[in-house]
């Protein structure tokens, strides 16, 4: 069982940055395939990044490709999105998310993460 808790989220003027982190519970956390999505109001939740339980590879959504990085520090438990360059588009509330990499599935999923944080909103202001 992984639980997760985010943080960091806030409001920002369009071409500001804002780090998020993602403190994860649990003895496995180096086993654990994290992600970031986000859910706009009246829109669905989309894949935003994802970075594999080595933290050798990463994935990101075209949208954000450039301006936004994910890291991890598996001795802290914790990931982080690094966002730069914000726009308001990027509006949303921000999820954190886990599987084991063991289990399989499409990274860029949300079906494929079967542990998720509560959520942290992120504004973007013009």
């Known amino acids: 069982q992984v639980q997760l808790v985010e943080s960091g989220g806030g409001l920002v003027q369009a071409g500001g940055s804002l780090r998020l982190s993602c403190a994860a519970s649990?003895?496995?956390?180096?086993?654990?395939?994290m992600g970031w999505f986000r859910q706009a109001p009246g829109k669905e939740r989309e894949f935003v990044a994802a970075i594999r339980w080595k933290g050798a590879n990463t994935y990101y959504a075209n949208s954000v490709k450039g301006r936004f990085t994910i890291s991890r520090e598996n001795g802290r438990n914790t990931v982080y999105l690094q966002m730069n360059s914000l726009k308001p588009e990027d509006t949303a509330v921000y999820y954190c998310?886990?599987?084991?990499?063991?289990?399989?599935?499409?990274?860029?999923?949300?079906?494929?993460?079967?542990?998720w944080g509560q959520g942290t909103q992120v504004t973007v202001s013009l």
């Open positions: 998310t886990g599987r084991y990499y063991f289990t399989g599935g499409n990274d860029e999923s949300s079906h494929a993460y079967p542990y």
């Open positions: 649990g003895p496995t956390f180096s086993d654990v395939n």
